[in-house]
Every structure is written in structure tokens, then in C-alpha cells.
């Protein structure tokens, strides 16, 4: 077990307490706020009971820094507003804001990231395909779940629940959604999978000491 938590982790969580006030404060959108953000309120008191006795990678520590920025960002705006995802729209000329795209694309690598490391730390004897295919497994099956507490939440919320789905009017959103997950698996197993063994190597080695 670690003494103290890593200063990085701390610093960041302190960080995302202050966007979360600012944007509470600021939005104009408090219950699309509220439903964006749920996970990091959900995530990050986990993240912080069990930074000394499971520290995660430095990597993965990152990664859901930046997804909870990108929740809170979409969350403040709704992501269908998101003014950076404007610019990104008009330099490329798409259809549609592709903020949303982003997000989930974000999802896949934290989501990923996170099944690759509880999975290689396990002491689980999977071979290098089986484990890349379970991380793609299990990306997809969250990813779906999400989907799902989505149209729940729009079955709950009727109109009111636009700006949560931002669909932008697009039939095939929640498929769209669900590859950009899986795209952000396929990141993690065929780009960051040696880093990040090798950091995962280094945080037990700590955590024995």
C-alpha cells in the first residue's frame, strides 16, 4: 500500500471540484448538468478510497481526468452546443456538432484502459489476444449499458431529455456512439498496450514496497 496518494491525482481532483462549481454555478442547463456529471460523482470518491491501496497507472489516471473534463464541458453546454465542437463541425464540414463523437470515443479509452489493467493485475492467465479481446468485450457491453440508461432516461424525462441524448436528429446515434467506443478499445490494444504494461509494472512494484 502507497503512504499517500500521488500529488497528480490530488492536484486533479481538486481541479474537477472547481469546474464542477463554476459550471454548476454558470450553466444555463442545471438538470443536463446534473445528468452529464453523475459519473465523476459516481467515479471519482472511488477513485480516491482506493488511490493508496489500488493506485492505478499514471496513464489511466489521465485518461479519466480528461473523460471527466469532457463530461463536464458537454454538461455545461449539453453536448449538441458544445462551441469547440462547432469549429471542429465547420473546418471539416460536417453534418453535425461532433463533440458527442468525442465523448464517447473518450469513453472507449477510459473504459478499456481501466478492463486492461484490473485485468492484467488480476493474475488472470489470458494470453495477449484473449486479454485485447475481453477489453473489447467489455467496452462494448458499458458502452451498451450507457446506451440503455440514455433511452431510460429519455423514456423518464420525455422532451425534457434532448439535451442529455443529443442525437442531433441522427437514427444511427447510439450505434455511431458504440463504435466510437470500440474505436477507443482498438486504441488501447494495438497503440498504448505496451506503455502501458510497463506502467503497470511500475505501480506494483511500488505498491509492494
Given at each position: 500500500?502507497?503512504?499517500s496518494r500521488p500529488f497528480y491525482f490530488t492536484a486533479g481532483v481538486a481541479l474537477?471540484?472547481?469546474?464542477?462549481?463554476?459550471?454548476a454555478l454558470t450553466t444555463e442547463r442545471r438538470l443536463t448538468w446534473l445528468m452529464?456529471?453523475?459519473?465523476?460523482?459516481?467515479?471519482?470518491?472511488?477513485?480516491?478510497?482506493?488511490?493508496?491501496?489500488?493506485?492505478?497507472?499514471?496513464?489511466?489516471?489521465?485518461?479519466?481526468?480528461?473523460?471527466?473534463?469532457?463530461?463536464?464541458?458537454?454538461?455545461?453546454?449539453?453536448?449538441?452546443?458544445?462551441?469547440?465542437?462547432?469549429?471542429?463541425?465547420?473546418?471539416?464540414?460536417?453534418?453535425?456538432?461532433?463533440?458527442?463523437?468525442?465523448?464517447?470515443?473518450?469513453?472507449?479509452?477510459?473504459?478499456?484502459?481501466?478492463?486492461?489493467?484490473?485485468?492484467?493485475?488480476?493474475?488472470?492467465?489470458?494470453?495477449?489476444?484473449?486479454?485485447?479481446?475481453?477489453?473489447?468485450?467489455?467496452?462494448?457491453?458499458?458502452?451498451?449499458?450507457?446506451?440503455?440508461?440514455?433511452?431510460?432516461?429519455?423514456?423518464?424525462?420525455?422532451?425534457?431529455?434532448?439535451?442529455?441524448?443529443?442525437?442531433?436528429?441522427?437514427?444511427?446515434?447510439?450505434?455511431?456512439?458504440?463504435l466510437c467506443a470500440l474505436l477507443g478499445a482498438a486504441f488501447t490494444v494495438f497503440?498504448?498496450?505496451?506503455?502501458?504494461?510497463?506502467?503497470?509494472?511500475?505501480?506494483?512494484?511500488?505498491?509492494?514496497?
Amino acid at each position: 500500500m502507497m503512504k499517500s496518494r500521488p500529488f497528480y491525482f490530488t492536484a486533479g481532483v481538486a481541479l474537477l471540484a472547481l469546474l464542477l462549481i463554476i459550471t454548476a454555478l454558470t450553466t444555463e442547463r442545471r438538470l443536463t448538468w446534473l445528468m452529464e456529471v453523475m459519473p465523476i460523482f459516481i467515479i471519482v470518491p472511488i477513485l480516491w478510497a482506493t488511490a493508496r491501496r489500488y493506485p492505478l497507472t499514471p496513464v489511466l489516471y489521465s485518461l479519466i481526468f480528461v473523460g471527466c473534463v469532457s463530461l463536464i464541458v458537454g454538461g455545461m453546454y449539453s453536448y449538441a452546443r458544445v462551441p469547440v465542437g462547432f469549429y471542429v463541425q465547420e473546418w471539416l464540414g460536417l453534418a453535425r456538432n461532433p463533440y458527442d463523437r468525442f465523448g464517447h470515443l473518450l469513453q472507449g479509452l477510459v473504459v478499456s484502459l481501466s478492463a486492461r489493467e484490473v485485468l492484467a493485475r488480476g493474475g488472470y492467465r489470458l494470453g495477449a489476444k484473449m486479454l485485447a479481446f475481453l477489453v473489447c468485450c467489455v467496452t462494448l457491453a458499458i458502452s451498451a449499458f450507457y446506451e440503455l440508461i440514455e433511452w431510460w432516461v429519455a423514456l423518464a424525462l420525455g422532451k425534457d431529455a434532448d439535451d442529455f441524448l443529443g442525437t442531433q436528429g441522427d437514427e444511427w446515434d447510439t450505434q455511431a456512439d458504440m463504435l466510437c467506443a470500440l474505436l477507443g478499445a482498438a486504441f488501447t490494444v494495438f497503440v498504448l498496450g505496451r506503455w502501458h504494461s510497463r506502467q503497470i509494472e511500475n505501480v506494483m512494484k511500488r505498491t509492494r514496497q
